[in-house]
């Protein structure tokens, strides 16, 4: 089989990226508005939510072993065809426990997915050229991932709005689409995605049974890279804090919204335009990461986008009205879009082909956990307060996140101008220096 171009693997970066996140953006709000719809209270949306992190956390790092043993192309189908099944169950949960089982079946989908098209790209574009500046095709893949929900969330509006399904609510068309969506991305992983066959297997001792049981030897090696790396753990630390941002612009959000506008099915159609908006902008935040990461640094644009992010989502619990509101939203998700970007690259040059979705894995599985930690402790606070303290309390809290930069921001500084970055050694003893 002819190996695949840098060029030819970035377009297929892109397309991939696309379908993958279009399903997300017809849905994108409407996961914590059709429980609420259906009866549920918001600290009962909080946990069912909760119920996708905890998954991801237990099955993050195993699953990123697992494709670092077996193979990303695998992983990426099996992951599509779970989003379906759980895409499904979610249309059809009337009660608590079924959407348990939805979003539980939405975190195994998260978990096999996270990481594995990135790490393809990025082993397979340095297979043809060592000197390929991933950081660029990571932020157009940011950029493309932005348009791609920026359209789904529009016309996600356009549907709740059209609601041509009479004694449905107007927030199943959505799904429905997103569901089937997720299934013809499915289709292209198998097509678009090609990579080498594991060492074992081309000397002819691979075998399924012997990926699985290299998985535990991984994940260990993984996480003695992470362990013995100061920026890498600063890197996942930064997850701590930036999660708790991410539920007050992606959970809470709706929910101030519609307590704005007076209910659930007009937020919903409110929020497709006002998160196709904001996803345009986070497309723009991710070109404007790639500029200011060649002038200034990758690891000062991942301080400056993670300062400009919490301050943002502090001013979204501060607003007054929906314009307000929804202009604070934009914002956040510029710089939100500014920060992913740079994060992964940062992640990227402390890590090699053998252990990069392990590593992050690692870097997912902390913001899954402390994620769903604190919707537990969020949803509550919203209720006995209210969506705005609680709203304000998480975009305070990320800015702490911008002191986790500090072993990035002094390696950067060290750095020759134009110095590769050196591979990371599961058997080194301190962080690599370049």
Do not use: C, K
């Not at 892109?14 to 279009?22: F, H, K, N, Q, V």
């Not at 099996?78 to 979003?103: I, R």
């Not at 292209?188 to 535990?216: D, K, N, Y």
């Not at 362990?227 to 612009?249: H, K």
């Amino acid at each position: 089989m002819t190996a695949l171009t840098a060029a030819s693997a970035r377009r297929r970066l892109l397309l991939l990226t696309a379908t993958r996140w279009l399903p997300v953006g017809l849905v994108f709000g409407l996961t914590t508005l059709l429980p609420l719809e259906r009866g549920l209270g918001l600290a009962e949306v909080s946990a069912v939510l909760a119920a996708q992190g905890f998954v991801v956390l237990a099955l993050e790092l195993p699953t990123g072993g697992l494709a670092d043993a077996v193979g990303r192309r695998p992983l990426l189908v099996v992951a599509a065809l779970v989003g379906v099944l759980s895409g499904t169950l979610f249309l059809l949960a009337t009660d608590l426990a079924a959407f348990v089982v939805a979003m539980a079946l939405q975190g195994v989908f998260r978990a096999l997915d996270s990481g594995p098209l990135e790490a393809w790209y990025v082993d397979t574009a340095q297979a043809d050229d060592p000197a390929v500046a991933v950081e660029r095709t990571l932020g157009h893949a940011g950029g493309v991932l932005g348009v791609a929900v920026a359209g789904g969330a529009l016309v996600s509006g356009g549907l709740v709005a059209w609601h041509p399904l009479p004694g449905t609510s107007a927030l199943v068309l959505p799904y429905l689409v997103s569901t089937v969506l997720l299934g013809v991305h499915a289709l292209l992983v198998l097509l678009l995605v090609r990579e080498p066959a594991p060492t074992a297997r081309a000397t002819g001792r691979w075998s399924a049974l012997a990926a699985v049981r290299s998985t535990p030897r991984t994940v260990r090696e993984g996480l003695v890279v992470v362990g013995r790396n100061p920026v890498l753990r600063g890197l996942v630390l930064v997850e701590v804090f930036w999660s708790v941002a991410m539920i007050a612009f992606e959970t809470l959000n709706p929910v101030r919204l519609a307590e704005l506008v007076g209910g659930e099915e007009r937020a919903g159609a409110l929020y497709g335009p006002a998160s196709a908006a904001a996803w345009a902008l986070y497309a723009a935040g991710s070109a404007l990461a790639a500029t200011a990461a060649t002038r200034i640094g990758v690891a000062r644009t991942a301080v400056l986008a993670r300062l400009l992010n919490g301050g943002f989502v502090v001013l979204l619990g501060l607003a007054a009205g929906p314009v307000g509101l929804v202009s604070a939203y934009w914002l956040a998700y510029l710089t939100h879009g500014a920060a992913n970007p740079v994060h992964s690259t940062l992640l990227h040059r402390q890590a090699e082909r053998s252990h990069r979705v392990t590593v992050l894995s690692v870097n997912s599985m902390v913001a899954s956990g402390v994620y769903s930690l604190a919707l537990l402790a969020l949803g509550p606070l919203a209720e006995t307060t209210s969506t705005a303290t609680a709203i304000v309390v998480a975009g305070a809290f990320s800015l702490l996140g911008a002191l986790a930069y500090r072993p990035a921001l002094r390696e950067e500084r060290g750095q020759r101008p134009g110095s590769p970055a050196p591979s990371v050694s599961p058997a080194s003893s301190s962080a690599p220096t370049r």
